[in-house]
């Protein structure tokens, strides 16, 4: 029964991890964002093929209860994920900000030539509208 646990795991991570990679290939998701889904991925397939590397890291740092070691590599590692995509995300609301602000200084300027341009207009055709 405990193999068959193993062995589930496994193919649930190689399946994951295979997701990842289609999902990249079709430009779906991009590198840097797959990076840490796939790191996990295989270090989850790993530790599925080697359960007592598991229990070997557990001892290594003093954890009684090597599965609840797997539950805390699990939450560590979607802290990353989820501090990786703040960071994007805060990045890319600035770069919106800014890009909003040029776009605005843009409409002004077109806004302004449009003024020209007719004052141009009108002062050519002898103040009559055109």
Known sequence: MIAYIFYLCFILSFTFFIVNIRLIK?????????????????????LSLFPSGLD????????????????????????????????????????????AQVIAIYEEKLYQLQDVNQHQNHSKHGGTPS
């Not at 590198?31 to 796939?38: C, F, R, T, V």
């Not at 290594?60 to 989820?82: E, T």
């Open 26 to 46: 079709k430009r779906k998701l991009k590198e840097q964002y797959a990076l840490l889904w796939l790191f996990l991925s295989v270090l989850m397939m790993v």
């Open 56 to 99: 070997w890291i557990a001892k290594l740092i003093g954890v009684k209860y090597a599965p609840s070691l797997l539950y805390l590599l699990a939450i560590l590692g979607i802290f990353c994920i989820l501090l990786h995509l703040t960071i994007t995300v805060s990045v890319l609301a600035e770069r919106t900000t800014k890009l």
